[in-house]
T-cell receptor, first 114, second 113 residues
Framework: NAGVTQTPKFQVLKTGQSMTLQCAQD?????MYWYRQDPGMGLRLIYY???????DKGEVPNGYNVSRLNKREFSLRLESAAPSQTSVYFC?????????????FGPGTRLTVL | GENVEQHPSTLSVQEGDSAVIKCTYS??????FPWYKQELGKRPQLIID?????GEKKDQRIAVTLNKTAKHFSLHITETQPEDSAVYFC????????????FGSGTRLLVRP
């Protein structure tokens, strides 16, 4: 039982390049999330997927797109990377139930955009 | 919009002392309040949570209290140990759905041996 996994762990991009961050969970959770973490700003929600087949914007969605490929996988795409997107990205998952909605985080992807 | 304020941003205590971190939230419909611990270079991990129908919850050396009227909640760590050193984040659920969280900006706790 690996929990939430993310690839890659580190990535360096040049401005304008594109890339996809991958996330998978093996806990049969319904809901999945993408956050970014910047120094002194906590965790900010980029996009989330309440259930398979649905996605919605969070607090900071500009410059990103997501795909809920199936119940297990939720990817985050940067179409044209900018230096402001340098951050640590965390994927998380939860049951999506009002009574048992603890979020479990992946190990993170450290992204640098030059 | 909804937000969660967390204080202090840094906290240094002597080993064995207690540490208290406080958070306030703005959405009166929030009903779930987790606390996460994040060690350097690691993922955030849930250490304790509380729901709006409970005023206090304890788990060994960790406790959380909730005051819904004042819209604030606190994390209490007693008998601190060096391994408690980490960044702690509070969070509150959005009133429209308890599975979306708003995070505080974090408290860096340093426990001096």
């Amino acid at each position: 039982n690996a929990g939430v996994t993310q690839t890659p762990k580190f990535q360096v991009l040049k401005t304008g390049q594109s890339m996809t961050l991958q996330c998978a969970q093996d806990m049969n959770h319904n809901s999945m999330y993408w956050y970014r973490q910047d120094p002194g700003m906590g965790l900010r929600l980029i996009y989330y997927s309440a259930s398979e087949g649905t996605t919605d914007k969070g607090e900071v969605p500009n410059g990103y797109n997501v795909s809920r490929l199936n119940k297990r996988e939720f990817s985050l795409r940067l179409e044209s990377a900018a230096p402001s997107q340098t951050s640590v990205y965390f994927c998380a998952s939860s049951w999506g139930d009002r009574d048992t909605d603890t979020q479990y985080f992946g190990p993170g992807t450290r992204l640098t955009v030059l | 919009g909804e937000n969660v304020e967390q204080h202090p941003s840094t906290l240094s205590v002597q080993e064995g002392d207690s540490a208290v971190i406080k958070c306030t939230y703005s959405d009166s419909a929030s009903n779930y309040f987790p606390w996460y611990k994040q060690e350097l270079g690691k993922r955030p991990q849930l250490i304790i949570d509380i729901r709006s129908n409970v005023g206090e919850k304890k788990d060994q050396r960790i406790a959380v209290t909730l005051n819904k009227t004042a819209k604030h909640f606190s994390l209490h760590i007693t008998e601190t140990q060096p391994e408690d050193s980490a960044v702690y984040f509070c969070a509150a659920s959005r009133g429209d759905s308890s599975y979306k969280l708003i995070f505080g900006s974090g408290t860096r706790l340093l426990v001096r041996p």
